[in-house]
């Protein structure tokens, strides 16, 4: 009876740490995964006025491309999360 009730519990001890495991994996896609969505609604928007304002003057071309690149700083962020949900 004491021998079921150890094998039992180890059994579902192996489970929620398994269960654990992937909540882990999910919420790391999640954190990659939405950042990168937001960052490419956001590049959507910033590219094609960027490449608007660089036909019209080309001397901006610099702060076009520093406006470009300012919302992939989420994504680092968005991997930097699930990096440590990962690891942690």
């Known amino acids: 009876m004491a021998a079921e009730i150890i094998a039992t519990a180890a059994t ?3 489970l929620m740490q398994a269960s654990q495991k ?3 994996a999910i919420g790391a896609g999640l954190a990659v995964g939405l950042t990168g969505l937001g960052t490419g ?9 960027a490449v608007g ?3 019209e003057n ?7 491309l520093l406006f470009t ?3 992939e700083t989420i994504v680092i ?4 999360v699930a990096l440590l949900l990962l690891f942690s």
Do not use: H, N, R, Y
């Open 12 to 14: 579902d001890l192996a």
């Open 41 to 49: 609604v956001a590049e959507m928007a910033i590219g094609s006025a």
């Open 77 to 80: 962020f968005g991997l930097v």
């Open 69 to 71: 690149v300012i919302p």
């Open 53 to 55: 304002a660089t036909a």
């Open 58 to 64: 080309k001397d901006i071309f610099g702060l076009a």
């Open 22 to 24: 992937g909540f882990q």
